[in-house]
């Protein structure tokens, strides 16, 4: 069967040369055979024919008898009249279609033309005013199957009968299965909504697949529990009423009040009368006012009740006992003869938020706080809040503090804080015991490089009050040696390059470790220092390895020592060096036995009472007794160790070895070696690795 055309009019059968129009009555044309048209052009009519059609113009494709050409070449949104489409031939390009084409006439295009949306092999139609491109060609949709995709395409034609069947991916049509019910023990299957009989209007799907009326509920009972279902039906006049349990529709009853008896029952809150809206629902049931409580007397009890009404200006007040709104009187303190009173508490003004009320009535800093516009003399300790709980402040400079709060400039143990006139030490160590003694035996390592630039070290220092001062802190100070050229011990000129010893860690090494001591009695108090490393290397005791002369008689303390002494007045000012005299070995015996044992001949015989500025140590000061030295002149007045050496072995920053002023032998000179032992070297051994490490008593 041929494609059918739907005409606006009856019209005579038309003959053409490519097949025959047969007139169907006026309203439908049929082609006669396959052979009717040619492929790809539609119906043909002779040159110059006409014939108008409404709507949508399909022509079957003979190449294929599963395609359409489509053309919804329309003329107008509301189907006006089309006139019919004339193949004229083909053309290989778009810009080859004709200038003179007339309505109605149809070219093929060969190759495409993306300018204008076409497509190779398209047809397109002369509309009057321009060409109209015709649909292409669509094939029929192919149907998936388990293992392949289908295609998209035409709707596959339903044959008679297919009415009531829907469109299967598969491309049949065919007719869903009704859903099978699902049983207690077997699911069920998938498909269309069973039929409702009539009757079932008011019945839902079950699972089971049949409609069914869901049953009302059943209420329970004090000895069986309900079945759910349906809420039953309320009647008229129960729109006010709940469902209760038992599946009735019903009123809460009102609540019953209690009596000094019996117990009440729930229920509903009563409705409150008009003029209650102020009351409060009393356990009896019933609305009542609560009344003001009544305040107690000094001889009667009040009674409970409503807070009584605040008047206006009591917004501070409080509520007495007796019923009365009244401000507390602020507490009243006391005197050295009288009481105080109790009231509030005194309001703290602004920067007292560290204090404490005292009994007088008055915010203080606790006891041992640091306070504003106060006296406070050297040794004094006090505490403030910027400084973690284990350190303190310590007096370093008399004064008085500032009015306001103290702002610390640093907390780093040591560090040095100016308030007012009078100074601040942050010391974790001060228990206010400032004696030579005490401070011989506490070690802490802290830079008193500050305390000393200040003055007020050397002033505490003079006055016999180490406040700030520890064995084992330090001064930083460069110190510079001149140039210097001398005749040694051996007649030889020999000259020393002036030399600059930067940022040298002068340690505390003692408190008053020389006071009353000397021939000629020292007395004033005094700090002995030493360096934390070896300064001047590659120096010997004597250019000849002898040591005739003892130590007085030696290159060092003729030509070395003098220069140091003037370099560390220098860098610390002359007069904060103290002159002290030690008794300085000036003679040996080359034949005597050597104290030192193994073997060793020649010892000190003679010392002499020497003014000394800067020296070296003994060993004893190191090693608390003679180890390697020739006698007992070697000892001088420094016959006990140093507090530095008693609480810390590890006495230098590096490992180098020192000389020390003991002679061991004819030859040798003591020193302390670079492992931490005594030991002895020749009086001309010279090594970088260690040589002098001069003393003195800074004051």
């Known amino acids: ?19 025959t129009l047969y007139n169907v009555g006026d309203s439908n044309i049929e082609l006669a055979s396959a052979a009717d048209t040619t492929p790809g052009q539609g119906i043909l009519l002779p040159s110059g024919a006409r014939q108008t059609f409404r709507g949508t113009l399909y022509a079957r494709s003979m190449d294929d008898a599963a395609t359409l050409n ?84 035409l709707t596959p034609q339903p044959l008679q009968g297919d009415e009531a069947k829907f469109l299967r991916g598969d491309a049949t049509w065919a007719t869903e299965a009704d859903m099978t019910g699902a049983a207690a023990g077997t699911a069920g299957a998938h498909g269309l909504v069973p039929a409702p009989a009539a009757g079932d209007n008011v019945k839902f799907l079950r699972g089971d697949g049949s409609w069914t009326q869901e049953a009302v509920m059943t209420g329970a009972t004090n000895a069986a529990d309900g079945e759910k279902g349906l809420v039953p039906k309320p009647l008229t006049g129960e729109e006010g009423k709940f469902l209760r349990g038992d599946g009735t529709f ?8 209690a009596t000094s008896s019996v117990a009440g029952a729930g229920g509903l809150v009563p409705a409150p009368a008009a003029g209650d809206d102020t009351k409060f629902l009393a356990g009896d049931g019933t609305y009542k006012q609560e009344a003001v409580y009544t305040g107690a007397t000094a001889g009667a009890a009040g009674v409970k009740g409503l807070v009584p009404a605040a008047s206006l200006g009591d917004l501070l007040s409080f509520l007495r006992s007796d019923g009365t709104w009244a401000h507390e009187p602020t507490l009243v303190g006391a005197t050295a003869s009288t009481a105080g009173a109790a009231g509030l508490v005194p309001a ?17 800093l606790p006891y041992g706080f640091r306070k504003p516009s106060t006296a406070y003399a050297v040794g004094d300790i006090v ?13 370093v400079a008399a004064g008085t503090t500032g009015s306001g709060a103290l702002t610390l400039s640093s907390t780093d143990e040591g560090a040095l804080n100016t308030d007012g006139t009078a100074v601040w030490m942050v010391d974790s160590f001060a228990d206010g015991n400032n004696t030579a003694q005490h401070k011989n035996g506490v070690y802490r390592g802290a830079d008193l490089t500050a305390y ?28 510079e040696t001149a140039e210097k050229t001398y005749t040694d011990k051996g007649g030889n000129s020999k000259t020393i390059a002036a030399a600059t010893y930067s940022n040298v860690k002068w340690l505390v090494a003692g408190f008053d470790v020389h006071l009353h001591c000397g021939a000629t009695e020292t007395t004033a108090h005094h700090v002995i220092m030493l360096p934390a490393s070896t300064l001047q290397r590659s120096i010997g005791m004597n250019p000849t390895n002898d040591t005739t002369g003892g130590f007085k008689g030696s290159d060092m303390w003729t030509q070395i020592l003098p220069m140091w002494a003037t370099a560390i007045q220098n860098a610390f000012g002359s007069s904060h060096v103290l002159k002290h005299y030690d008794y300085l070995t000036k003679s040996i015996s080359s034949t005597a036995t050597s104290k030192a044992g193994g073997g060793l001949v020649g010892a000190a015989n003679n010392w002499e009472n020497t003014e000394v500025y800067v020296s070296i140590p003994n060993e004893t000061m190191i090693y608390g007794g003679q180890c390697f030295g020739s006698s007992g002149y070697d000892v001088g007045t420094f016959p006990r160790i140093l507090p530095l050496y008693a609480l810390k072995c590890n006495h230098l920053d590096d490992r180098s070895w020192f000389w020390l002023h003991d002679v061991c032998s004819a030859s040798y000179f003591c020193l302390a070696n670079s492992h ?10 010279s090594t970088a690795y260690g040589g002098l490490r001069p003393y003195f008593l800074l004051y």
């Open 1 to 19: 069967m041929a494609n059918q055309y739907t005409l606006t009019d009856a019209f005579s059968a038309i003959s053409e040369t490519q097949g």
């Open 348 to 364: 703290p003004a602004a920067g007292q938020e560290a204090h404490v009320l005292t009994g007088a009535g008055t915010w203080e």
């Open 452 to 479: 000393w630039d200040s003055g007020h070290m050397s002033t505490n220092i003079q006055a016999g009050v180490f406040v700030g001062m520890y064995v084992g802190d330090y001064i930083t100070k460069t110190v």
């Open 383 to 395: 505490y403030v809040n910027a400084l973690a709980p284990c350190k303190k402040l310590v007096c």
């Open 676 to 685: 931490g032992d005594a030991n002895y070297g020749s009086a001309d051994g």
């Open 70 to 153: 489509v053309s919804d070449f329309t003329e107008g949104a509301g189907g006006g009249d089309m006139p019919v489409l004339r193949f004229c031939g083909s053309v290989a390009t778009y810009d080859d279609l004709p200038d003179d084409a007339e309505q109605g006439d149809v070219y093929n295009i060969e190759a495409a033309n993306p300018d204008h949306g076409i497509l190779a092999g398209d047809n397109v139609a002369w509309n009057g005013t321009a060409w109209d491109r015709m649909a292409g060609v669509y094939t029929v949709m192919t149907g998936a199957s388990a293992s392949a995709d289908g295609a998209a395409g």
């Open 250 to 257: 019903a009123h809460e009853a009102t609540m019953t009040g």
